[in-house]
């Protein structure tokens, strides 16, 4: 391959979209653009095969918080109703975005109508642009930059095959609903290493989900993060929900995990199986949050639940291994199939944690959502009692799916689980048990 045509971006005020993408679609050679120290404004950017966008060291990318600049970069996953992303490549390779600067997405300043203070979230709008989506793409690169406060999911890769992630930082908004950090989506032989994740979502996700003309994005296979900081107010580390097609080959290792809800999360509802996933070297601090994120303050939680009980069951869960796990947790390492077989082959080896009370009392119930009575598409969103796609009150007053410990929360529930082996389990409570808290330690029902 001949070597890249490279071309200086200087930095000048207004909207820069229509040159960026003139100078990506000038020819078909490679490309290496450079974003000169300085403020950049653009609306939607597309990336083709050959091309490295660089953001030099002081360069801002600022996307214009506006839905409507990204008509023309619509991807076929659709993720919270949105089908738009601000940077995106569609079938392409050898592919990068890199360099040591920063890319704005304006997310809670341009896309939030409010706040829900007794949930603890902001009121987001219906319809915000993903910020990074790469679709079908091959030899993919993103390393070094900064990305804060994004409006949607910060990263999502679909159908990606052959990727590395390093260095990479995200900050969003720790209120901002549906923030992940990075989103995996049926994707082969990732890597991602040194990179730092800190949102309101998840902060690194695997899903294998299905768009909207029912074909799946396809098996999650050979994915490794190592070596990574998390922060969520979700799940730090998690599998599922969308779960289609297979998960297989993964691996978290050399994790530390902050001031998060869940940590270790692994949700089979939709039919793929979930084989061989590792989890080494990971030290937790998780704590509950808010009623309006979903968890309960739980070090681990891996369950099965039929999300649409007319497709058929939800995938097995088997072959995962927890292990070489320290900290603390303000709820409990649960693991709950709905149906006995529904969970096989867990173990978990040299776990040491302190089970800590918390102040706002949602670590007492396990979270199970979503579930069927939960699923947004069975209702009309203005007659929804909590925030699409988060909460619903039940006839009861409760949220939908959280259930609580039968005798108060132990430090480790088990329901349904076959073939569970604990090496060298340590969690240390309490002296004197909090109200709501179980006598039993390890609870299996």
Not at 106 to 111: E, K, P, S, T, V
Not at 332 to 351: D, F, W
Request: charged share 25%; with cysteine; net charge negative.
């Amino acid at each position: 391959m001949s070597s890249p045509r490279r071309v200086h971006v200087e930095a000048k005020p207004g909207d820069r979209s229509l040159f960026l993408q003139s100078e990506i679609n000038a020819d078909a050679a490679p490309l290496h653009l450079v974003l000169e120290p300085g403020i950049h404004r653009c609306g939607g950017v597309r990336l083709r095969s050959n091309v490295t966008l660089e953001l030099a060291k002081g360069a801002e990318l600022h996307f214009i918080p506006d839905y409507e600049a990204y008509a023309g970069n619509s991807v076929s996953v659709v993720a919270e109703e949105s089908d738009r992303g601000m940077l995106v490549a569609s079938g392409a390779s050898n592919i990068a975005i890199t360099g040591a600067g920063r890319i704005f997405g304006d997310g809670a300043g341009a896309f939030i109508v409010g706040e829900d203070a007794d949930m603890g979230t902001l009121r987001a709008q219906k319809l915000r642009p993903r910020v990074i989506v790469l679709e079908d793409c091959r030899d993919v690169r993103i390393e070094g930059i900064s990305i804060e406060d994004a409006p949607l999911w910060t990263m999502h890769l679909v159908g990606c095959e052959n990727v590395h992630v390093e260095g990479v930082f995200v900050d969003n908004n720790r209120r901002m609903p549906n923030t992940d950090g990075i989103v995996i989506d049926g994707c082969r032989n990732v890597l991602i290493v040194r990179s730092e994740f800190r949102t309101a979502d998840d902060g690194i996700v695997l899903k294998t989900t299905r768009r909207p003309d029912g074909s799946l994005t396809g098996a999650c296979e050979n994915i490794t993060a190592r070596d990574c900081l998390i922060e969520s107010h979700s799940c730090a580390l998690k599998i599922g929900t969308e779960s289609f097609a297979p998960f297989r080959s993964i691996s978290f290792e050399d994790i530390r995990i902050e001031k998060s809800n869940r940590g270790l999360g692994i949700f089979s509802r939709d039919g793929g199986l979930v084989d061989g996933v590792r989890f080494a070297r990971i030290t937790l601090d998780c704590h509950e949050t808010p009623a309006g994120f979903w968890g309960s303050g739980e070090a681990v939680t891996i369950n099965t639940i039929e999300r649409r009980p007319e497709e058929g069951p939800a995938g097995r869960v088997t072959n995962i291994t927890i292990e070489d796990v320290t900290g603390s947790m303000e709820g409990a390492i649960n693991l709950v199939a709905e149906h006995p077989g529904g969970i096989s082959g867990v173990v978990l080896r040299r776990v040491a944690l302190r089970q800590l009370p918390g102040r706002f009392g949602t670590g007492l119930a396990y979270d199970i959502r979503p579930t069927p009575a939960d699923r947004f598409d069975r209702f009309e969103e203005e007659n929804a009692s909590g925030r699409v796609n988060a909460w619903r009150f039940g006839p009861d007053g409760r949220i939908i799916g959280l259930i609580d410990y039968p005798g108060g929360m132990p430090a480790v529930f088990a329901k349904d689980i076959e073939g569970l082996v604990m090496e060298d389990v340590t969690i240390d409570r309490p002296e004197a048990l909090p109200q709501g808290w179980n006598a039993q330690a390890v609870v299996l029902v």
